[in-house]
């Protein structure tokens, strides 16, 4: 009789048949929606916006940074479910995380597994997701000047390579030619890009961040990485000041939820999964988590949307 695997070292997620599937609605909820990153944490996001769009609620713009710019890949295409099933069903597939990754990528992660390989699994509506009915951009870390890039079709060739620059991590994958311009994770240089949406002059703006409200980031002795980026001075600058620059942000986050500008959803304990987890089964719950959490919040967004 064959011994059957702890939870924590099956290869695909045990409640992946309970995901949620579907089409979104086509209507359009005015405002700009803002994922942060956070690597596999980005699973809480996904959940959250599972919820919404079996609610309807799709946001006229969605800014995303990292994981956050890949979930808005399916949310704009209004395919309920398909960022989880892809990540829950594939994170031990090596051609994505691993020694097939290495080999087809020279990275450990390899994102066209997300962006191209699964559409053979379950296509991508591009259709939608190209639909000028709704604006969506990727933010990049531009590697020549350490400041942020906001990709969408006005000003970048490729909107997949955009997300792939946003989603590639330093020291991890390899940097991402952009028109021309080496790129990396939008989440050195602007993590939670609200101040975007605040100068674009959205009046309503709803951020979706993959940590919980208390947690800050230490702040840790800056050591240059000599041979790394040497050649990306500003790069590597901006990636010295991350923990500071993202410490910044979420306290005038929170100042400007009190003020009412902005409207904050948090999980609401602490995520305790690594950037790179390879436990599906916290994985998973912690998609659930968003999922119940995202139906949670449903009135009080609606609420904040209308007043």
């Given at each position: 009789?064959?011994?059957?695997?702890?939870?924590?070292?099956?290869?695909?997620?045990?409640r992946?048949?309970?995901?949620?599937?579907?089409?979104?609605p086509?209507?359009?909820?005015?405002?700009?929606?803002?994922?942060?990153?956070?690597?596999?944490?980005?699973?809480?996001?996904?959940g959250?916006?599972?919820?919404?769009?079996?609610?309807?609620?799709?946001?006229?713009?969605?800014?995303?940074?990292?994981?956050?710019?890949?979930?808005?890949?399916?949310?704009?295409?209004?395919?309920?479910?398909?960022?989880?099933?892809?990540?829950?069903?594939?994170?031990?597939?090596?051609?994505?995380?691993?020694?097939?990754?290495?080999?087809?990528?020279?990275?450990?992660?390899?994102?066209?597994?997300?962006?191209?390989?699964?559409?053979?699994?379950?296509?991508?509506?591009?259709?939608?997701?190209?639909?000028?009915?709704?604006?969506?951009?990727?933010?990049?870390?531009?590697?020549?000047?350490?400041?942020?890039?906001?990709?969408?079709?006005?000003?970048?060739?490729?909107?997949?390579?955009?997300?792939?620059?946003?989603?590639?991590?330093?020291?991890?994958?390899?940097?991402?030619d952009?028109?021309?311009?080496?790129?990396l994770?939008?989440?050195?240089?602007?993590?939670?890009?609200?101040?975007?949406?605040i100068e674009?002059?959205?009046?309503?703006?709803?951020?979706?961040?993959?940590?919980?409200?208390?947690?800050?980031?230490?702040?840790?002795?800056?050591?240059?990485?000599?041979?790394?980026?040497?050649?990306?001075?500003?790069?590597?600058?901006?990636l010295?000041?991350?923990?500071?620059?993202?410490?910044?942000?979420?306290?005038?986050?929170?100042?400007?939820?009190?003020?009412?500008?902005?409207?904050?959803?948090?999980?609401?304990?602490?995520?305790?999964?690594?950037?790179?987890?390879?436990?599906v089964?916290?994985?998973?719950?912690?998609y659930?988590?968003?999922?119940?959490?995202?139906?949670?919040?449903?009135?009080?967004?609606?609420?904040?949307?209308?007043?």
């Amino acid at each position: 009789m064959t011994k059957k695997k702890p939870l924590s070292q099956r290869k695909q997620y045990s409640r992946l048949d309970e995901i949620p599937r579907g089409v979104a609605p086509d209507t359009i909820t005015p405002g700009c929606l803002v994922l942060e990153g956070g690597a596999f944490r980005g699973l809480y996001t996904q959940g959250v916006l599972d919820a919404w769009m079996e609610e309807g609620l799709n946001f006229q713009c969605t800014i995303g940074v990292s994981a956050g710019a890949l979930a808005g890949l399916n949310y704009l295409s209004g395919q309920i479910g398909r960022s989880a099933r892809a990540n829950l069903s594939s994170r031990h597939n090596s051609d994505y995380i691993g020694a097939g990754a290495v080999v087809k990528s020279l990275s450990l992660i390899r994102l066209d597994f997300l962006l191209k390989d699964y559409n053979a699994i379950e296509k991508l509506d591009h259709i939608r997701f190209l639909s000028p009915s709704r604006r969506y951009v990727a933010v990049a870390t531009n590697c020549l000047t350490g400041k942020p890039s906001f990709l969408e079709r006005n000003n970048c060739l490729s909107l997949l390579d955009a997300m792939k620059a946003s989603a590639s991590m330093p020291y991890v994958t390899p940097m991402v030619d952009i028109d021309g311009t080496p790129h990396l994770d939008g989440g050195v240089s602007d993590p939670v890009p609200f101040e975007w949406a605040i100068e674009q002059g959205y009046e309503k703006i709803v951020v979706i961040r993959t940590r919980d409200r208390s947690f800050r980031k230490p702040i840790l002795e800056k050591k240059r990485n000599i041979g790394i980026y040497r050649h990306y001075p500003e790069f590597e600058e901006s990636l010295l000041k991350m923990n500071e620059t993202y410490n910044a942000q979420i306290d005038e986050l929170d100042r400007l939820e009190k003020e009412g500008r902005l409207f904050i959803v948090a999980p609401k304990k602490p995520v305790t999964i690594g950037r790179v987890e390879s436990d599906v089964e916290k994985l998973g719950n912690l998609y659930f988590e968003g999922y119940a959490e995202g139906k949670e919040y449903i009135e009080s967004v609606r609420k904040y949307l209308e007043t």
